[in-house]
């Protein structure tokens, strides 16, 4: 099974010329599109989509992630083993940003060697991950790659006083919630069973979390604060979405803003 996650749109043909070489070379392929909404060389945003994605996959997915990968033609494609899955992608800081804990089982260099038909980041990833999907070893497609990229996503920090935490808007979905970078284990860690204060930008604050955005006491319009099925901190609007903007747009919040968690 493969994966795609891309920042080419929908619009144009590049999705449907990719997925074609991979038809060509292996017409029983299984190909499950993540996402190709994916900002123009968006590498966080990519690797978000990734992070919450993947585990949810069968072991020995290949997953594909063309972000930004022409400019890492043609010495600076990889294949990374990690998790019992594989991706596919550039050294471009992405791959370590799929786990806030990167460490991946192997990673090696995409060899191109004398192949003349390998002339783009298209038909190497492409070559690489009908290979993998077979069953192929992945050592076999090339040497070990130890200077990987090390970006890294942006953590919450906590206060020194162990009394707040201040985090950063990660992700917006399709509906305009805020996604951040506050998991449930470090709230509980910091506040255990008390409820701090959450601070968004132009002085919003919510003072109470929820269990979802159907709880009791929630009207349609309501700003409201959540853990969602990934374990993060995530502010939204009632009901956004049908008749009424999302929490980005309502709240005048982008990513990376700052979202402070406070006790009182």
């Avoid at 993540?34 to 997953?63: D, N």
């Amino acid at each position: 099974m493969l994966t795609l996650t891309s920042d080419y749109g929908v619009k144009d043909f590049f999705v449907g010329a990719f997925k074609g070489s991979l038809y060509a070379a292996n017409p029983d392929v299984t190909i499950v599109d993540l996402s190709h909404h994916v900002k123009p060389y968006g590498i966080a945003e990519a690797a978000f989509i990734l992070q919450q994605a993947y585990p949810f996959f069968p072991k020995k997915t290949v997953h594909i992630v063309l972000v930004n990968v022409e400019q890492c033609y043609p010495d600076r494609l990889v294949a990374m083993e990690m998790d019992g899955h594989f991706f596919l992608g550039g050294d471009n800081g992405l791959l370590p940003m799929i786990r806030p804990d990167f460490k991946p089982d192997r990673v090696v260099q995409l060899a191109i060697g004398n192949h003349q038909d390998l002339t783009s980041a298209w038909a190497v990833l492409a070559k690489a991950a009908i290979y993998l999907e077979s069953g192929g070893a992945l050592h076999v497609l090339g040497s070990d790659y130890s200077c990987v990229n090390q970006s890294r996503a942006i953590k919450p920090s906590v206060f020194e006083e162990g009394t707040g935490i201040l985090g950063n808007v990660i992700y917006i979905d399709n509906f305009g919630n805020l996604i951040t970078n506050i998991n449930k284990q470090l709230f509980d860690e910091v506040f255990g069973k008390q409820q701090p204060t959450i601070y968004l930008p132009r002085n919003r604050k919510v003072k109470k979390l929820h269990e979802n955005y159907h709880s009791e006491g929630l009207t349609p319009g309501d700003i409201a604060a959540i853990f969602n099925y990934g374990g993060l901190l995530e502010i939204g609007i009632v009901n956004a979405g049908v008749q009424i903007n999302g929490a980005n747009k309502l709240l005048h919040v982008k990513e990376n803003d700052t979202i402070r968690l406070i006790l009182e």
